[in-house]
């Protein structure tokens, strides 16, 4: 038992080496005054805040669609499950290039979704709300996923009870289930909004401009090289590793409450 524990102790300590040294090697390095100077450009300050604020809009969108999905995919038995559940799956594995040129070809001015809510003044090549679509198609299966499996841990018969009682459909699922699976739903959450603030290749595709970070990253580093796109790309990694410290820390404070 001792070998073993030894052993996985120092497989999981090699892993965790190769994870976080990349990461501590490019905040350790970086020049503090060009990091201030970076930090002081406008260009980056609202890339980074159009960054968050779109995937925040993806993931609150999403939690309202998406969690009547999870329930769904939880709880009933129903005709072609296997393939919703894989279509929810489905972006995770395609290249995400790919995806947002599949998102141009049904949202792009010239189609026919694009032209329909043209028509209502919504547009998605080169606004924030393109933006947030492509992030919402690229980093949903992280929110649906994990909702499922939280609602699937929450026992049926607790549902039923509250209905025995007098509780509507709906009063059982914000009062039961909703409140017992809360947990899993919000790293869910979390997660997707992580996966959006660092989706590239669907986001390049459909909307370039207003830049998001990571694309700002690339045409930096494209245009002048390293020096000019390391500190867009550390203030980026240092903002992301608080905002997900703060996050973990309030969860786990919830949880011991």
């Known amino acids: 038992m001792k070998n073993f524990r030894i052993l996985f102790s120092g497989i999981s300590l090699l892993f965790i080496v190769l994870v976080t040294v990349p990461l501590i090697n490019m905040i350790l390095t970086a020049d503090p005054k060009i990091l201030w100077s970076t930090l002081g450009d406008r260009e ?10 779109s995937a925040l809009w993806a993931t609150l969108v999403c939690l309202v669609f998406g969690i ?10 129903f005709p072609a499950k296997s393939l919703v559940q894989g279509l929810v799956d489905l972006p995770v594995m395609i290249p995400h290039t790919a995806m947002g040129i599949a998102l141009l070809m049904v949202y ?4 026919f979704l694009g032209r329909m809510f043209s028509k209502l003044g919504i547009g998605f090549v080169g606004t924030e709300v ?8 690229v980093s949903l299966p ?3 996923n994990a909702a499922r499996d939280g609602i699937v841990a ?3 018969k607790f549902e039923r009870v509250a209905r025995t009682m007098g509780a509507s459909p709906w009063q059982a ?15 869910g959450a979390i997660m997707m909004w992580a996966r959006g603030i660092s989706e590239f290749g669907a986001v390049v595709i459909l909307t370039y401009h207003p830049m998001v970070a990571p694309i700002l990253v690339w045409e930096r580093f494209e245009a002048y090289g390293l020096k000019y796109a390391k500190p867009v790309a550390v203030l980026l990694i ?5 905002i997900f410290a703060a996050l973990r820390w309030l969860a786990a404070r919830k949880q011991e409450l």
Request: aromatic fraction near 14%.
């Open 238 to 242: 240092i903002l992301c590793l608080i």
């Open 142 to 144: 992280f929110l649906v």
């Open 68 to 77: 009547p999905l999870a329930y769904a995919l939880a709880r009933w038995n």
């Open 154 to 156: 929450v026992d049926p």
């Open 173 to 187: 699922f914000f009062k039961v289930t909703i409140p017992l699976s809360w947990r899993p739903i919000l790293s």
């Open 108 to 111: 792009g001015k010239k189609f």
């Open 44 to 53: 980056v300050t609202n890339s980074i805040v159009l960054t968050l604020r």
């Open 130 to 137: 393109g933006i947030s679509l492509a992030m919402a198609y």
